[in-house]
């Protein structure tokens, strides 16, 4: 049907995807569905793995730039956060493959383990993709969590708490850190939908079989259906990822309600 008119393609392609019917793969043995699910599990990993390393580092190294405050601890935080959002990933990948995999033999360079092969392979091979995916996130993470930890150490019952003689352990994560976790979760969610776009990238540099791969061969060899069920896959992610966050923010501050 690849030549019929692109109006009739569409609406063609469109009634078949709202009865889960995407079309079967060109080159794979594969309908779409089984071809994405296949892969799945693969991008599933590398984004949970890589939201966890821009979490811990991120927010980490966000909230101790707040409490040292204009220390040399806090410019260096912000430097290196500015370096990270500059460096693009997959030069990032790059270097860490001839680094830590070539030179220094600590990691593979490539290739995917299952954790049920394998475990402890399982997370070598899920590191150095994970780190460079999760990075450049956790630049992001660490100056919205400075600048949202600033705001909230300011107010008056930050000021009470102290004034209270509460230790400034508590002071800082008791009573700042849940009040300022608003917009920090809405950095995350997003950051998570874009890591399952930059999976492509990441996928390809570290031969890791997932769906961001599969778009990228899909594309480089027209396999359509492939592509279209690919991309309508990034595209809903991204959207129910943006649901979630909407329905924490009521979970964490109550006073939310959407009419």
């Known amino acids: 049907g690849l030549h019929d008119p ?3 393609r569409v609406i ?18 594969q309908t779409v569905v089984e071809a994405i699910l296949t892969r799945l599990p693969v991008t599933v990993n590398l984004t949970l793995a890589a939201l966890i390393v821009a979490i ?4 980490g190294a966000g909230t101790l730039a707040a409490v040292k405050q204009n220390t ?12 990270g959002l500059s460096i693009p990933n997959f030069w990032l990948g790059l270097n860490l493959i001839f680094l830590m995999a070539v030179t220094w033999r600590w990691f593979p360079t490539g290739g995917y383990v299952s954790w049920g092969e394998d475990p402890t392979r399982f997370l070598l091979h899920l590191t150095l993709p994970a780190i460079t995916l999760g990075l450049s996130h956790a630049a992001l993470l660490a100056r919205m969590t400075r600048a949202s930890m600033l705001d909230v150490l300011r107010v008056d019952y930050v000021r009470t708490a102290r004034a209270k003689g509460l230790t ?5 994560f008791k009573h700042a850190f849940c009040n300022a976790l608003i917009p920090i979760i809405t950095v995350m969610g997003i950051s998570m939908g874009v890591m399952i776009g930059g999976a492509v990238v990441i996928e390809t540099v570290f031969g890791l079989p997932g769906v961001g791969r599969l778009i990228i061969n899909a594309v480089q060899r027209r396999d359509y259906p492939i592509v279209q069920g690919g991309i309508l896959f990034v595209t809903v992610s991204y959207l129910v990822i943006n649901l979630l966050v909407d329905l924490i923010y009521v979970w964490i501050n109550p006073q939310i309600r959407y009419g």
């Open 6 to 8: 692109l109006h009739e």
């Open 72 to 83: 040399w601890i806090d410019w260096s935080v912000m430097l290196v956060a500015l370096i």
């Open 168 to 172: 400034e352990r508590v002071v800082v």
């Open 56 to 59: 811990v580092v991120g927010v």
């Open 12 to 29: 063609r392609w469109m009634g078949r995807a709202l009865q889960g019917d995407f079309g079967r793969s060109y080159l794979l043995d």
